[in-house]
């Protein structure tokens, strides 16, 4: 993990990079599942790869920072490994924004079957600080999501969604690797991820059980495993925009991830829930002792790889959700604007169309969809200007038509969306996703504006819809130009909702 300091990042657009790539592709993705039996991840394995850190520091320097050799040589052993397993395995070399000589991230992709249009992502850094071999920041993380995917490959499942993982580079100088990563993923290619899955620091020998956005539908799903072991979870605060889960958050792409702790010092609470001293949780964090086995607890560490096996088998392999109800806005199918007859917007008001792309300092509105050539949009027309057709003069809102959901769960609503507003946007901006139901209506989702210029780029969303089983329900979206007249247009497409 990187040391928390105020960092000034900027990184110009760049075209997709050339890329080195071993093994013929082919591709997992789909709905959700119910899991198949989740493997153990075997802890000796996943401590023999840790050794094989240490030994590549040692002839190297002493280090694995992404200039050095000791970098090289770890995205050796990590790429021949998955490559002899079976895995698409892809050196992208990072272009921009990351430190002059850094090496190239690993992106490995399995080519086990699953939807295409579904992508599950696991990810670690795979470089070290110069002060020390990272064996726990974070060798401990890539060894794991390394020994997670031999796993994969070993017992090959059948896989509802394609899975992919990424060994990062210059994460200790900036999330450089990721953030060039995910700021260069065409918008349908971001869509398609459901959700990213981040391991830094995941073996503290002080260690306690923090989840990155916990409260989040893939955080929900680490909590779960922790849980059935009987094991208390935190929210990481102390990693919050310090790993690479960071620049997917950016895109709109779901995020969680498992952390074990860094220099912050343990609470006497934390003490009595998890063991340990009131010390830091890392004692070695970013030092010359960040060895292995010395820094690294075998139980924290165990527990870790565990948890990022429930999601990945729960998430993307089993059998296929059952389609409760879907709407790809190809052909009408019932949506009702103002439904309420509250709606406050002059112009810009949602409906079923060809989206026609507009650009105002960046897209504002897409003319590309998820599927097919329509969408829900606010707006679809481009005008002369930009701003001719988007939302003015407050709220929008357009209703499903009602759906009888069963009685039974898991019951998911997803759907693909996106907001868009100039850099005068406000708070009072913004999009919604609620569900109407016998009770009233509940938010599901809202994105709020900011005084921040964003572009238009497809994200995905995923919410529990299973205690509303057995009702007949209505998907409410929203979008608001309520504060200052500002530029904003929102999207929606492909809306689903599961059983299973």
């Known amino acids: 993990m ?51 850190f240490q030994a590549i520091a040692n002839a190297n320097g002493g280090n694995r920072r992404s200039t050095t050799a000791g970098y090289t040589a770890s995205v050796t052993y990590v790429f021949d490994r998955l490559v002899a397993a079976g895995f698409t395995v892809t050196r992208q070399n990072c272009t921009s924004g990351c430190t002059s000589g850094a090496g190239p991230n690993v992106i490995a992709d399995w080519p086990g079957g699953g939807d295409p249009n579904s992508v599950y992502m696991f990810g670690a850094h795979l470089d070290g600080v110069s002060a020390g071999p990272g064996i726990n920041d974070n060798a401990s993380g890539s060894a794991t999501l390394l020994e997670i995917a031999l796993t994969l490959a070993a017992t090959n499942p059948s896989l509802t969604s394609r899975v992919r993982f990424a ?35 995941v073996g ?5 059980y923090f989840i990155n956005r916990i409260t989040s539908a893939p955080g929900q799903t680490l909590k779960a495993y922790y849980d059935s072991i009987g094991v208390q979870t935190e929210e990481n605060t102390e990693g919050a925009g310090r790993s690479d889960d960071a620049p997917f958050n950016a895109i709109g792409v779901q ?112 003319a590309a969809t998820i599927s097919g050539t329509n969408d829900l949009v606010t707006g679809r027309l481009a005008g002369t200007s930009a701003g001719d057709y988007d939302i003015d003069g407050g709220t929008t809102s357009v209703r499903s ?32 996703v609620s569900v109407v139901h016998n009770g009233g209506t509940t938010a599901l989702f809202t994105q709020p504006a900011s005084a921040t210029n964003r572009d238009a780029a497809w994200a995905s969303g995923s919410w529990s819809l299973t205690s509303y089983a057995g009702q007949s329900v209505r998907i409410l979206v929203e979008a608001a130009d309520a504060g200052t007249a500002s530029l904003v247009e929102a999207a929606v497409d492909d809306v689903v909702i599961t059983q299973g």
């Open 401 to 432: 038509p009602a759906i009888t959901l069963p009685a039974t769960g898991p019951l998911t609503l997803k759907l693909s969306w996106y907001l868009a507003h100039g850099s005068n946007a406000t708070s009072a901006d913004f999009f919604r």
């Open 167 to 201: 060994f990062w580079t210059d994460e200790e100088q900036g999330l450089n690797g990721s953030r060039f990563y995910a700021n260069n993923l065409p918008s349908m290619e971001r869509a398609k991820i459901k959700a990213y899955f981040n391991f830094d620091m």
């Open 255 to 366: 995020t969680s991830g498992v952390a074990a702790g860094a220099s912050r010092v343990k609470t006497a609470a934390q003490v009595a829930k998890w063991g340990g001293t009131q010390s830091a949780f890392d004692p070695c964090y970013h030092r010359a002792c960040d060895t292995y086995p010395s820094n690294i607890s075998d139980t924290v560490l165990n527990r870790a790889g565990d948890a990022a096996a429930y999601a990945l088998w729960t998430l993307a392999a089993g059998t296929p959700a059952t389609v409760v109800w879907s709407d790809t806005f190809e052909t009408a199918t019932g949506w009702t604007t103002n439904p309420a007859g509250t709606d406050t917007a002059t112009l810009g008001l949602w409906e079923r169309g060809v989206p026609q792309a507009t650009n105002s300092s960046g897209a504002k509105q897409l």
């Open 2 to 52: 990187r040391a928390f300091t105020a960092l000034t990042l900027t990184f110009a657009a760049v075209a997709v990079v050339p890329a080195t790539t071993a093994a013929a592709t082919a591709q997992p993705t789909a709905p959700q599942p119910t899991a198949l039996a989740v493997p153990d991840i075997s802890l000796t394995n996943t401590k023999a790869h840790l050794q094989q």
């Open 204 to 208: 503290s020998t002080n260690g306690g």
